[in-house]
């Protein structure tokens, strides 16, 4: 069974810049999550998506958002970006709620200069 | 002060040592909880899910839940080098798979 695949695995930016990333989750999984780490703040939650439809957001600023395909393919999009945004963005997996069933993918990792 | 605390490390523990991981949280609505393993730059390894209290075993692993403390702790036996990573813990209310983690324990087995 295939893991969950992040494109692009690397990414330079500059500020001002937007940028869009995407996950393709595991087959049949419907749910997919979005993780900014640093390593001041950890892993913070971004956003969920289940069924085409965001469930719930973190406590990011508006330039941050996401999309949920029919596929449950998912992208995420950061526009004007700052030098703080430069972080490993980690798409997660999951077939619904409460399941062990769950896997992360390895990142994108973004560079804001 | 953030909702889920865990002690950063390093920690460094000799092969073949008993290893104790902890978390402790403020959300008493945390329902379920889990600790994933991450190597460098990797993504995070689902380890351990437990739901509510209790233990859960699984090979050399195992994790504790007591959420009247909203205490959890994660019991690596026979370390191996192979051990060495950061181990995040991380829970979420339900509802969805909003998960909140901790900062994450970097851990070094040494021969």
């Known amino acids: 069974k295939a893991g969950v695949t992040q494109t692009p695995r690397y990414l330079i930016k500059t500020r001002g810049q937007q940028v869009t990333l995407s996950c393709s989750p595991i087959?049949?999984?419907?749910?997919v999550s979005w993780y900014q780490q640093t390593p001041g703040q950890g892993l913070q939650f971004l956003f969920e998506?289940?069924?085409?439809?965001?469930?719930n957001k973190g406590n990011f600023p508006g330039r941050f958002s996401g999309r949920q395909f029919s596929n449950s393919r998912s992208e995420m999009n950061v526009s004007t970006l700052e030098l703080g945004d430069s972080a490993l963005y980690l798409c997660?997996?999951?077939?619904?709620?409460?399941?062990?069933?769950?896997?992360f993918g390895p990142g994108t990792r973004l560079t804001v200069l | 002060q953030k909702e889920v605390e865990q002690d950063p490390g390093p920690l460094s523990v000799p092969e073949g040592a008993i290893v104790s991981l902890n978390c402790t949280y403020s959300?008493?609505?945390?329902?379920?909880f889990m600790w994933y393993r991450q190597y460098s730059r990797k993504g995070p390894e689902l380890l351990m899910y437990?739901?509510?209290?209790g233990n859960k075993e699984d090979g050399r692993f195992t994790a504790q839940v007591d959420k009247s403390s909203k205490y959890i702790s994660l019991f690596i036996r026979d370390s191996q080098p192979s051990d060495s990573a950061t181990y995040l813990c991380?829970?979420?209310?339900?509802?969805?798979?909003?998960?909140?983690f901790g900062t994450g324990t970097q851990l070094k087995v040494e021969l």
């Open positions: 997660a997996s999951f077939p619904d709620v409460g399941t062990d069933t769950q896997y």
């Open positions: 998506y289940f069924s085409e439809t965001q469930r």
């Open positions: 959300n008493s609505a945390f329902q379920y």
């Open positions: 991380a829970m979420s209310r339900g509802g969805g798979n909003k998960l909140t």
């Open positions: 437990t739901y509510s209290s």
């Open positions: 087959s049949g999984h419907r749910s």
